[in-house]
């Protein structure tokens, strides 16, 4: 069964950095097939994608949020962790991570975690 | 501003066939394949077409997909109430930029 949960604070302060870890299960990140991505939707809002990781260490970042955001991971403890630097009212968000997979030339998120609510007050 | 157009909106009764299109260009629709996600209220969203028009296991066949140059549509066949949901559709887009996913605005269906 897979399952993809995150975890993180629930509130930042403006300015902050923010680091989210999705804790997967039931595969491994190391399977050449799938990724994992990170996916935010703020309050009433449509979903905007952010990073992504692949199992050979490929990784890709919004070109409009690039120069705030890091995706790692770490295979033997099933994480993958993004962090986003100077945080702002308006990064306030539901940040998911979500499973990648690829068949032939397609790509696809076919597994999502719970999300976790961000808000960035002061 | 999402680089794929939606419909903010639609609706239908129970038994009817409603679709939702979805518009792009040559660097996300036009050269990529599409996906369709279903998002039930207060819950994350779940891959409802993948590749244009494959449904996952599980997915009823009264749903479906298409993709015709650089705009796709999901379509709803014998609507049934639980399909009252907000539906994304999304694609690579490859652009002089760089390489993103990028996903539509989102469409709130209404069963009425």
């Known amino acids: 069964q897979v399952t993809l949960k995150e975890s993180g604070p629930v509130l930042v302060k403006p300015t902050e950095t923010l680091t989210l870890t999705c804790t997967v299960s039931g595969f491994s990140l190391s399977n050449a097939r799938m990724g994992v991505s990170w996916i935010r939707q703020p309050p009433g809002k449509a979903l905007e994608w952010l990073a992504h990781i692949f199992s050979n260490d490929e990784k890709s970042y919004s070109t409009s949020l690039k120069s705030r955001l890091t995706i790692s991971k770490d295979t033997s403890k099933s994480q993958v962790v993004l962090t986003m630097t100077n945080m702002d009212p308006v990064d306030t968000a539901t940040y998911y991570c979500a499973r990648i997979l690829s068949s032939g030339w397609s790509y696809y998120f076919d597994y999502w975690g719970q999300g976790t609510l961000v808000t960035v007050s002061s | 501003q999402s680089v794929l157009t939606q419909p903010p909106s639609a609706s239908g009764t129970p038994g009817q066939r409603v679709t939702i299109s979805c518009s792009g260009s040559s660097s996300n629709i036009g050269s990529n394949t599409v996906n369709w996600y279903q998002q039930l209220p207060g819950t994350a969203p779940k891959l409802l077409i993948y590749?244009?028009?494959q449904r996952p296991s599980g997915v009823p066949d009264r749903f479906s997909g298409s993709k015709s140059g650089t705009s796709a549509s999901l379509a709803i066949s014998g609507l049934q109430s639980e399909d009252e949901a907000d539906y994304y559709c999304?694609?690579?887009?490859?652009?002089?930029?760089?390489?993103?996913?990028?996903f539509g605005g989102g469409t709130k269906l209404t069963v009425l």
């Open positions: 999304a694609a690579w887009d490859d652009s002089l930029n760089g390489l993103d996913w990028v």
């Open positions: 590749s244009n028009n």
